[in-house]
């Protein structure tokens, strides 16, 4: 169980919170609004009301403590840098911000954000990946480069192993687990000589280049 503090109850913030509760982790959801703290109290671990933009408020909450630090708080610029900036001043581990914009992105990498997020880019590629390509179950960009991608296993791969496809020598992607169906038990570690079978479905990682093009085989 991993511990996780959200700033910020917005729909992002708030929907984060519930679902790694649903996950079983353990969360603290923080906002200034005592309406949204009330709102969410009963669906997560704990709840703080209270200025995230006032360093004494992160210094009690103990920042240092958590696994990873969720700055949801993404329509205000300057709240949300100000508080990667104190997240980070204060000994967070990991700290994860939401960006409304590729400039917002930038500030928040800067300051020290380990990742950030834009879950309205995210989901226009998601979408988009989906209209494209009949295969593609989902869609995780990784970063600009690297993307996870959710494919029906490509017709010419049946029948065929890992290894006698030699997917990463060939295709310049990794095959990181196997799904036998939707509905299918995941098979985290694939062995090379599992052979593909055609309800398959592949996690496949790798430069987005090379993921589109293992996309495109029949």
């Given at each position: ?18 679902e790694l509760t649903e996950l079983g982790q353990e969360v603290l959801a923080v906002d ?187």
């Amino acid at each position: 169980m991993k511990s996780f503090l959200v700033i910020g109850m917005g729909r992002f913030g708030t929907a984060v919170a519930q679902e790694l509760t649903e996950l079983g982790q353990e969360v603290l959801a923080v906002d200034e609004n005592v309406e949204s703290v009330q709102r969410i109290a009963d669906d997560v671990t704990q709840v703080m009301q209270g200025d995230a933009q006032d360093e004494a408020v992160l210094g009690a909450i103990g920042v240092r403590n958590f696994d990873c630090c969720i700055v949801a708080v993404g329509t205000d610029m300057e709240a949300s840098i100000l508080i990667t900036v104190m997240l980070k001043d204060l000994g967070a581990q990991y700290i994860i911000a939401k960006a409304r914009s590729n400039v917002h992105a930038k500030v928040l990498e800067r300051v020290g954000a380990d990742r950030v997020v834009l879950p309205e880019s995210e989901m226009g590629c998601k979408l988009a990946q989906r209209l494209a390509h009949t295969n593609v179950v989902d869609f995780i960009g990784v970063s600009d480069e690297y993307s996870i991608l959710e494919i029906h296993a490509p017709k010419s791969w049946v029948g065929r192993s890992l290894v006698q496809l030699d997917v990463r020598q060939k295709h310049k992607v990794n095959v990181l687990a196997v799904r036998h169906g939707e509905q299918g038990a995941l098979d985290a570690s694939p062995k090379p000589d599992r052979a593909i079978e055609a309800d398959d479905l592949l996690f496949i990682m790798g430069e987005n280049k090379f993921v589109s093009r293992v996309v495109e085989l029949d």
